[in-house]
Nanobody
Protein backbone atom coordinates (compact mmCIF):
# COMPACT_ATOMS: atom_id res chain seq x y z
CA UNK A 1 0.00 0.00 0.00
CA UNK A 2 1.33 3.40 -0.96
CA UNK A 3 0.03 6.86 -0.07
CA UNK A 4 1.40 9.63 -2.25
CA UNK A 5 0.89 13.17 -1.03
CA UNK A 6 1.27 16.36 -3.00
CA UNK A 7 0.42 20.03 -2.85
CA UNK A 8 2.50 21.30 0.04
CA UNK A 9 4.73 24.35 -0.23
CA UNK A 10 5.42 27.88 0.90
CA UNK A 11 2.61 30.43 1.00
CA UNK A 12 2.03 33.83 2.56
CA UNK A 13 -0.44 34.26 5.38
CA UNK A 14 -3.95 34.52 4.01
CA UNK A 15 -3.13 32.34 1.04
CA UNK A 16 -4.40 28.92 0.01
CA UNK A 17 -3.04 25.48 -0.70
CA UNK A 18 -4.66 22.22 -1.74
CA UNK A 19 -3.22 18.93 -0.56
CA UNK A 20 -3.90 15.64 -2.30
CA UNK A 21 -3.26 12.08 -1.19
CA UNK A 22 -3.70 9.14 -3.54
CA UNK A 23 -3.76 5.62 -2.14
CA UNK A 24 -2.77 2.61 -4.21
CA UNK A 25 -2.10 -1.08 -3.69
CA UNK A 26 -4.01 -3.78 -1.83
CA UNK A 27 -5.97 -1.43 0.37
CA UNK A 28 -9.27 -3.33 0.48
CA UNK A 29 -12.16 -1.08 1.30
CA UNK A 30 -11.23 2.32 2.72
CA UNK A 31 -13.38 3.58 5.56
CA UNK A 32 -11.93 6.76 7.00
CA UNK A 33 -9.53 9.14 5.28
CA UNK A 34 -7.94 12.15 6.88
CA UNK A 35 -5.14 14.57 7.46
CA UNK A 36 -2.93 15.10 10.49
CA UNK A 37 -0.12 17.57 11.03
CA UNK A 38 2.96 17.87 13.16
CA UNK A 39 4.74 21.13 13.88
CA UNK A 40 8.33 21.20 15.19
CA UNK A 41 8.45 20.24 18.84
CA UNK A 42 4.78 19.35 18.96
CA UNK A 43 2.77 16.14 18.84
CA UNK A 44 0.98 15.04 15.72
CA UNK A 45 -2.58 16.32 15.75
CA UNK A 46 -5.75 15.69 13.83
CA UNK A 47 -6.67 18.25 11.18
CA UNK A 48 -9.68 16.69 9.48
CA UNK A 49 -11.22 13.33 8.69
CA UNK A 50 -13.97 12.11 6.42
CA UNK A 51 -15.70 8.74 6.57
CA UNK A 52 -16.95 6.63 3.70
CA UNK A 53 -20.43 7.80 4.63
CA UNK A 54 -19.41 11.44 4.23
CA UNK A 55 -19.24 12.46 7.88
CA UNK A 56 -16.68 15.14 8.68
CA UNK A 57 -14.57 15.97 11.68
CA UNK A 58 -12.39 19.07 11.91
CA UNK A 59 -10.00 20.43 14.49
CA UNK A 60 -11.41 23.60 16.02
CA UNK A 61 -8.38 25.53 14.82
CA UNK A 62 -9.19 24.91 11.14
CA UNK A 63 -12.98 25.00 11.12
CA UNK A 64 -14.27 27.45 8.54
CA UNK A 65 -10.91 27.61 6.77
CA UNK A 66 -10.12 24.04 5.69
CA UNK A 67 -12.31 21.65 3.70
CA UNK A 68 -11.74 17.93 3.37
CA UNK A 69 -13.14 15.90 0.49
CA UNK A 70 -12.59 12.52 -1.10
CA UNK A 71 -12.92 10.79 -4.45
CA UNK A 72 -13.73 7.17 -3.69
CA UNK A 73 -13.24 6.05 -7.28
CA UNK A 74 -9.67 7.36 -7.17
CA UNK A 75 -8.95 6.45 -3.52
CA UNK A 76 -7.92 10.06 -3.08
CA UNK A 77 -8.45 12.54 -0.28
CA UNK A 78 -8.04 16.29 -0.58
CA UNK A 79 -7.56 19.12 1.87
CA UNK A 80 -8.38 22.62 0.67
CA UNK A 81 -6.71 25.09 3.01
CA UNK A 82 -7.77 28.73 2.85
CA UNK A 83 -6.90 31.77 4.97
CA UNK A 84 -3.70 30.10 6.04
CA UNK A 85 -1.95 31.32 9.17
CA UNK A 86 1.68 30.99 10.28
CA UNK A 87 0.51 28.59 13.00
CA UNK A 88 -0.65 26.22 10.26
CA UNK A 89 3.00 25.58 9.42
CA UNK A 90 3.68 21.87 9.85
CA UNK A 91 4.29 18.61 8.07
CA UNK A 92 0.91 17.32 6.94
CA UNK A 93 0.31 13.56 6.86
CA UNK A 94 -2.36 11.64 5.02
CA UNK A 95 -4.03 8.85 6.97
CA UNK A 96 -6.44 6.11 5.95
CA UNK A 97 -8.16 3.22 7.67
CA UNK A 98 -9.50 0.22 5.82
CA UNK A 99 -12.37 -2.09 6.64
CA UNK A 100 -9.94 -4.58 8.23
CA UNK A 101 -8.94 -1.98 10.80
CA UNK A 102 -5.50 -1.40 9.29
CA UNK A 103 -4.12 2.14 9.33
CA UNK A 104 -1.75 3.62 6.74
CA UNK A 105 0.25 6.87 6.74
CA UNK A 106 1.69 8.98 3.97
CA UNK A 107 5.26 10.23 4.00
CA UNK A 108 4.25 13.78 4.85
CA UNK A 109 4.29 17.05 2.94
CA UNK A 110 5.64 20.33 4.29
CA UNK A 111 3.36 23.35 4.52
CA UNK A 112 5.03 26.62 5.45
CA UNK A 113 3.05 29.82 5.96
CA UNK A 114 5.05 33.04 6.16
CA UNK A 115 3.82 36.08 8.04
Amino acid sequence: VQLVESGGGLVQAGGSLRLSCAASGSIFSITSMGWYRQAPGKQRELVATITSGGSFNYADSVKGRFTISRDNAKNTVYLQMNSLKPEDTAVYYCNIWNVLGIQYWGQGTQVTVSS
